[in-house]
Every structure is written in C-alpha cells, then in structure tokens.
C-alpha cells in the first residue's frame, strides 16, 4: 500500500517569517522574493499575502525577529554588567544576521524594539548617574561600537577561496621587510594563537565601559 503523502503544515505569519529568516540567513537578503519565499513553504507566492502584506512587511517581520534576540539593559543593580551584557547579546544577533545590521541602520527603518532598545539604554545611564550630555555621547559611542563593529564583520567575512587569495597575495605583496607590523598582523589573521581567544567585540566594548566608569568615578 502506498504510503499517503504528508499533508502540508498551515500557513502562518510566524512560520512565514520563520522561512523568511532562514533563507536570508544562508543566502542573504537579495535571495529573498515572495515567489522564493513560498516555494521555500511549499506555496503559491499569492497564499502568503493572507499573513504578511507585502516583501517589506516580511522584512519589517524578519528585523523584529533579530532584534528580539538580544537584551534591553536591565534596570536597577550594576550598570557596567547590564549595559556589557546588553550590548553582547545585540552584538551576537547581528553577527548571527549579518545582513539586518545595515537594514536597521537605513534610513527610515525604526523597528519598534530599537526604540525600546534605545529608550531602556538610555534610561540606564541616566539612572547610572550619568549627566545628560555624558549619556549623549555614551549612547552614541556604544550603539556605533554594536552597529559599526558588526557591519566591519560582515565587510570582511570571506570565503575559504578568497581567504586562499588572500593569503597567496599577502605573501608575495606584505613581506616583513617592508611591512614588518602589517606582517604580523596579517600572520596573526591566518593562524591560530592567544590572540584568537579574546574577542575582539568585547575587547573594545571592555575599553567603552572603562572609560565611562572613570568618568563616572570623577562625578
């Protein structure tokens, strides 16, 4: 007797946004079409627009999934670890997401989460003790070290190829004797060591928290 074929799970806008993740995750967000995205489920590309409007609803879907990975700075107890702990677990879903960084720094693309996000990390210095215009410039140096140190990773994420390249080129252009610090720089980038146990995220938001700790010991 034939086996009966499995009936197909319903649609819905989670498991539609689901996909959607999925897909872009493995083949960025140039691969995402509604056409894609319903073969991807098994459906008519026109049986999504029961759940989501359009392909930017989708997206606006997809950013809010990101951003509800990551931690808004808890109130009240040690600032240091709240706003460290905050800014990792972002840092982390960017670097999971490596294309929603430069989305959610678009023009016009405020998620409602990155409101609360920023509200709740500003709050969290101001109750720190943090004047106003200290908080100014520490919301903004922090939230460009989160965004702007996930968006350099993403510009220098490579293939084994193109690490292959790379290597083959900076052996025959970087030699010690004309570049002795960029030599082992680069030497560092291609093998293994101390140094690929510290991150390098976390190294400079260590050097973000340390400074304002002095400045908020001289308060």
């Known amino acids: 007797m034939a086996a009966q074929p499995q009936p197909r799970l319903p649609l819905s806008r989670d498991r539609i946004l689901q996909a959607a993740l999925e897909l872009v995750d493995e083949h960025g967000i140039d691969a995402l079409t509604m056409r894609r995205l319903g073969q991807e489920l098994g459906f008519e590309a026109m049986s999504l627009y029961n759940h989501v409007a359009n392909k930017d609803d989708v997206i606006d879907g997809m950013l809010d999934l990101v951003l509800d990975e990551g931690e808004l700075p ?17 840092h982390a879903a960017l670097r999971k997401h490596p294309w929603a960084a430069n989305l959610l720094m678009s023009y016009g693309q405020v998620r409602p989460a990155r409101l609360q996000y920023i509200e709740s990390l500003l709050g969290r210095l101001r109750e720190a003790g943090f004047s106003a215009e200290t908080t100014y410039h520490a919301y903004h140096v922090l939230d460009g070290h989160i965004f702007g140190f996930s968006l ?4 220098h994420s490579f293939s084994e190829e193109q ?16 570049f002795p610090y960029l030599y082992e720089h680069g030497h560092q980038h291609m093998t293994d060591g101390p140094h690929k146990d510290v991150s390098a995220f976390e190294f400079g938001l260590d050097l973000i928290v340390d400074g304002l700790k002095k400045i908020h010991a001289a308060t």
Request: aromatic share 8%; charged share 30%.
């Open 74 to 90: 808890v109130s009240g107890g040690d600032w240091e670890k709240s706003i460290r702990e905050s800014a990792t677990s972002i």
């Open 163 to 178: 690490v292959s390249e790379m290597q083959e080129m900076f052996e025959k252009v970087m030699t010690p004797g004309d």
């Open 152 to 155: 350099w990773e993403t510009a």
